[in-house]
């Protein structure tokens, strides 16, 4: 059974920094193109980043220049490194994985005071 579970979200003042964890169990990341979306409230989930298996990102107009994703294949684990976030960076971030099916992990929430 494949579980997606994150962590790190929390409070932070405008202009800080987070990393959120995603700690994979039943499947191998390394397999498999992983991500974040986020939803803020009142507003659709939208694509943060995803990673590739042979290396490549994507990230969305937004957060370019600002989050970096990676991916620890031995830990099986992939991170959202944040730094100059911004109070409409506000949202309750998820992994997602796409198997053989899309599998989504709970959600963690950021909160960027102004």
């Known amino acids: 059974q494949v579980q997606l579970v994150e962590s790190g979200g929390g409070v932070v003042q405008a202009g800080g920094s987070l990393r959120l964890s995603c700690a994979a169990s039943?499947?191998?990341?390394?397999?498999?193109?992983m991500g974040w979306y986020r939803q803020a409230p009142g507003k659709q989930r939208e694509l943060v980043a995803t990673?590739?298996?042979?290396?490549?990102?994507n990230y969305a107009d937004s957060v370019k220049g600002r989050f970096t994703i990676s991916r620890d294949n031995a830990m099986n684990t992939i991170y959202l490194q944040m730094n100059s976030l911004k109070p409409e960076d506000t949202a309750v971030y998820y992994c997602?994985?796409?198997?053989?099916?899309?599998?989504w992990g709970q959600g963690t929430q950021v909160t960027v005071s102004s």
């Open positions: 997602w994985l796409n198997s053989d099916s899309t599998y």
């Open positions: 039943g499947v191998r990341i390394s397999r498999n193109r």
């Open positions: 990673s590739g298996i042979f290396g490549s990102t």
